[in-house]
C-alpha cells in the first residue's frame, strides 16, 4: 500500500487550527527571545534519518518472538513500509540495507520503488556475525578478526560484495559492526586480534569507490561477554585513522556501559572530524535498542546539543549518516518508528533552541547556574509545533501516528500481506 498527499492533507485538516494556534504562540515567545524560528523549522525539515531494513519486523529475543501481523516479506514490502513512514512524517527519507539479510535481486525494481517513494540508499552493512547456509567457513572463531586465513579471507569479501551491492543501489557509505570477541579469558591473544582486524579493514577500505566512506561500529559487549575486538570508541578512533581520511567511527548509542558520557564522546569526535555516522534507540541497561527517547530524553537532548555545537562549528567533520537501529518486540514496528522519530525531532529541536554564543560567554563568565538554565530551559521548552510545522511544510501528517490509525494502515498491510506474517532478516 501506499500513502497519498491527499489523504494526509485530509487528516491534517481536522486538527489545523489547534497547530496554527499552538505554533503562534510559541513562535511569539521564541521570537522575543530573538530566536530566528524559521530557521528551526527549516534545519528541522531538513533532516532526515535511515530506517533500517531490519527494523521493519517484530524483532525477538533468543528466548522467542512473537510475530506482528502484515510484517513486510520481501524487500520491496519493507520499502514500501518506509515510505508510509516518510509520507506520515516526512523524515524518514532514506533506507539502510543489512547483508545479506536484504539483498536484492532486481536492482533496477528497487532503485525505482524507493525512488517513487522519495527514499535513497544510506550506508549499506555487511553481516558477518552469523554463518549462511552454505558458506564455506565459519565465523564461530572470528571473522575479520579471525587468525583462520581463510575464514578472514571469507568475511573480508563479503564485505566486498556488500560495497558492490551499494554501488548498484547508490549507496555511498558502508557501516561494518563486527561481533568478533571472546566469551572467556585466555580464549584469544588481545593484539593478534587487533593486528588481523586492523589489516582486514584496511584491505576492505582500499576496495571502496573513492566517494564512499567507511563507518566502524564499536560495542562493549555481546554477543561476546569477556571481552569485544572493537569494544569501544577509542578503538574504532584508532582503527579508522589506521584506515584513512574517509573512514570514521560510528556511535550507536545503546553501545556503551552504563552512564557513559555519550555526549562527550561525540563532541571529541566531531572536534577530531571523525563521527561518521548515528544509530538511535534508547536503553536502560545495555543495547536494549528500545523506542528513542523512551528512557533517557534528556541525555539524548544532551547529545543533540553536542551535534548541533558539532555541525556548525566543525567542517572538518562530514555530515552525519543517521539512523534508527531498534526493536520492536511488542509494538506494532511501525508506530515504534514514528515515535522514534518524534522522539529525535524534539530532541534536535530543543538543541537548536540553545544559543550558543550566549552560553559561551556564560561559560567564560564561569556563571554554572546559568549555563545550566540554559539548557534546561530549552529541554523544557515544548517544541512540538514546530516539529509539527515542519512535517507540515513538506506535506506530512501533523500527527503521524493519530494519521496512522485514523488511516487504518495496519488493516491495508494485513488484508495485502495476509496475518501470519514472518519478516524477512534478523
Ligand atoms: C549491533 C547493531 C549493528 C548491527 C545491527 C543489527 O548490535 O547495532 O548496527 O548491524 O545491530
Ligand atoms: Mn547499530
Ligand atoms: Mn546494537
Not at 9 to 31: C, I, V, Y
Not at 170 to 184: E, I, R
Not at 272 to 292: A, C, E, R
Request: net charge negative; aromatic share 8%.
Amino acid at each position: 500500500m501506499q500513502l497519498e498527499k491527499d489523504q494526509i492533507r485530509a487528516h491534517d485538516q481536522r486538527h489545523l487550527d489547534r497547530h496554527n494556534e499552538d505554533f503562534r504562540f510559541l513562535s511569539d515567545r521564541l521570537g522575543s527571545k530573538g530566536m530566528d524560528v524559521d530557521r528551526v523549522v527549516d534545519a528541522l525539515a531538513d533532516f532526515q534519518v535511515a530506517i533500517p531494513s531490519w527494523a521493519l519486523g517484530a524483532g525477538g529475543t533468543r528466548f522467542g518472538r512473537f510475530s506482528f501481523h502484515g510484517e513486510p516479506g520481501s524487500l520491496e514490502d519493507k520499502i514500501a513500509d518506509v515510505g508510509i513512514l516518510h509520507a506520515l512524517t516526512q523524515t524518514a527519507g532514506a533506507i539502510s540495507l543489512h547483508i545479506p539479510w536484504d539483498t536484492p535481486t532486481d536492482y533496477a525494481a528497487v532503485r525505482e520503488r524507493a525512488a517513487t517513494l522519495g527514499l535513497r540508499f544510506d550506508a549499506i552493512n555487511s553481516n558477518t556475525f552469523q554463518d549462511q547456509p552454505g558458506a564455506e567457513q565459519s565465523y564461530k572463531h572470528g571473522s575479520l578478526s579471525a587468525t583462520d586465513e581463510a575464514a578472514r579471507r571469507q568475511a573480508i569479501e563479503h564485505n566486498l560484495r556488500v560495497i558492490e551491492i551499494g554501488e548498484k543501489l547508490g549507496s555511498k557509505s558502508l557501516t561494518v559492526w563486527l561481533a568478533d570477541g571472546t566469551n572467556f579469558p585466555g580464549q584469544r591473544n588481545f593484539q593478534r586480534g587487533l593486528v588481523q582486524t586492523e589489516d582486514s579493514l584496511k584491505q576492505i577500505y582500499a576496495g571502496m569507490p573513492k566517494d564512499w566512506k567507511l563507518f566502524i561500529e564499536y560495542k562493549p559487549y555481546e554477543p561476546n561477554f569477556y571481552s569485544t575486538v572493537i569494544q569501544d570508541w577509542g578503538t574504532s578512533f584508532m582503527l579508522a585513522n589506521a584506515c584513512g581520511d574517509r573512514a570514521y567511527t560510528l556511535v550507536d548509542l545503546g553501545h556503551h556501559l552504563p552512564n557513559s558520557n555519550i555526549e562527550q564522546i561525540v563532541s571529541t569526535l566531531m572536534l577530531k572530524g571523525k563521527l561518521g555516522g548515528f544509530h538511535f534507540n534508547d536503553s536502560k541497561y545495555g543495547d536494549d535498542d528500545l523506542t528513542v527517547g523512551s528512557i533517557k530524553p534528556y541525555a539524548l537532548f544532551l547529545i543533540f546539543n553536542e551535534l548541533v555545537y558539532g555541525m556548525r562549528n566543525n567542517p572538518q567533520n562530514p555530515d552525519l549518516a543517521w539512523m534508527i537501529d531498534a526493536s520492536h518486540n511488542v509494538k506494532d514496528p511501525l508506530e515504534d518508528l514514528i515515535q522514534s522519530l518524534e522522539a529525535i525531532q524534539e530532541a534536535y529541536a530543543k538543541a537548536l533552541l540553545i544559543d550558543h554564543d550566549q552560553l559561551t560567554t556564560t561559560q567564560r563568565e564561569h556563571d554554572v547556574v546559568m549555563a545550566q538554565e540554559m539548557l534546561q530551559d530549552a529541554f523544557r521548552t515544548d517544541v512540538r509545533p514546530l516539529v509539527q510545522r515542519a512535517r507540515l511544510s513538506r506535506g506530512g501528517a501533523l500527527h503521524p501516528l493519530r494519521a496512522y490509525r485514523d488511516l487504518e494502515v495496519r488493516r491495508e498491510l494485513i488484508q495485502e500481506r495476509g496475518k501470519h506474517t514472518v519478516a524477512t532478516g534478523l
